[in-house]
């Protein structure tokens, strides 16, 4: 017959468990030396590819998420069996995009 025991010694292992890490974060600064002390020097520049991607980012951060108008209007037009697909544009986009996903432009 198994005993549950909740809370017997757990604030003794986690002392335990603390100074233990503590020992173990002093020894990584001592191992870590020169190298890891930054200098004056140190700088941080983007390529021209990772500042397009911030401008990129941000632009679509201020982008709605949906174009309700088109949505609506898209629902009225099924709603009226008005809306017509084009299956040559359709295959047109599909094409558009997988040449983009491979880094192809037409």
């Not at 930054?38 to 021209?48: H, I, N, S």
């Not at 088109?70 to 009225?76: H, K, L």
Request: aromatic share 0%; hydrophobic share 30%; glycine share 4%.
């Amino acid at each position: 017959m198994p005993i549950e025991i909740n809370g017997l010694n757990s604030q003794r292992t986690q002392q335990g468990t603390t100074r233990q890490l503590r020992k173990n974060d002093r020894a990584d600064a001592n191992d870590a030396g020169p190298a890891a002390t930054p200098t004056a020097t140190d700088a941080v520049t983007l390529t021209d590819t990772a500042a397009r991607l911030r401008e990129i980012e941000q632009d679509l951060a201020s982008q709605p998420v949906v174009d309700t108008e088109r949505v609506q209007a898209v629902e009225t037009s099924i709603r009226n069996g008005e809306y017509r697909v084009e299956p040559e544009r359709v295959a047109d986009k599909i094409i558009e995009l997988e040449d983009a996903m491979d880094g192809r432009k037409r």
